[in-house]
């Protein structure tokens, strides 16, 4: 199996009800938000908010992660996609890393996308075992964008089930948004 540090793309968890002001205003950031379908819980979300991270769009670098597992079974009667993006245009535009999970740090710092991404501890997400603390807190290190993410950066949205791609190929093609569209329940919990 190839190494998560080898892959190319990086993940963003959402509602499917989020999609239709997604694809006309783009992943935002939190801070930037005021009506959307809000599946996170607002313990971390207050932790973030004091570590400034509101400010930033957030990525995971592979699916279900334990951040995706948590949400989704946390809200079993949503819907949810995957949106990718290619990690080469994280590395052009120079988004942030951090290494492992924000709030498992005692001083969030963000690193510069070469320095985070040599930071991370490949092994140990590889291993994703979410079982050791060390492990578990890498699986849900986080590339950050300073900016929002046009719909027309998107590679591929990954939905769980036939229903829930047409509803997506739908909302795209009402926007003019050429992205791939990709059945795989085995990327959700």
């Given at each position: 199996?190839?190494?998560?540090?080898?892959?190319?793309?990086?993940?963003?968890?959402?509602?499917?009800?989020?999609?239709?002001?997604?694809?006309?205003?783009?992943?935002?950031?939190?801070?930037?938000?005021?009506?959307?379908?809000?599946?996170?819980?607002?313990?971390?979300?207050?932790?973030?908010?004091?570590?400034?991270?509101?400010?930033?769009?957030?990525?995971?670098?592979?699916?279900?992660?334990?951040?995706?597992?948590?949400?989704?079974?946390?809200?079993?009667?949503?819907?949810?996609?995957?949106?990718?993006?290619?990690?080469?245009?994280?590395?052009?535009?120079?988004?942030s890393i951090i290494p492992k999970h924000p709030l498992s740090l005692a001083k969030v710092e963000l690193l510069n996308y070469i320095d985070g991404i040599a930071a991370i501890d490949w092994d140990a997400m590889d291993k994703r075992d979410y079982s050791d603390n060390h492990s578990r807190n890498v699986c849900m290190a986080e590339c950050l964008s300073p900016t929002v993410v046009s719909a027309h950066s998107f590679f591929s949205i990954y939905v769980k089930d036939q229903k829930s791609a047409i509803r997506v190929t739908k909302m795209l093609q009402a926007k003019s948004i050429d992205c791939h569209v990709n059945i795989n329940p085995k990327m959700f919990v």
């Open positions: 199996m190839t190494s998560i540090k080898d892959q190319k793309f990086i993940y963003h968890l959402t509602d499917i009800d989020n999609l239709p002001s997604i694809l006309s205003r783009g992943l935002q950031p939190r801070s930037n938000l005021t009506s959307f379908a809000d599946v996170a819980d607002h313990e971390i979300i207050g932790s973030r908010e004091k570590a400034n991270l509101q400010n930033y769009v957030p990525f995971h670098f592979f699916a279900r992660s334990p951040f995706d597992g948590a949400v989704q079974q946390s809200n079993p009667a949503k819907i949810f996609i995957l949106i990718a993006i290619h990690r080469s245009l994280a590395e052009a535009n120079n988004w």
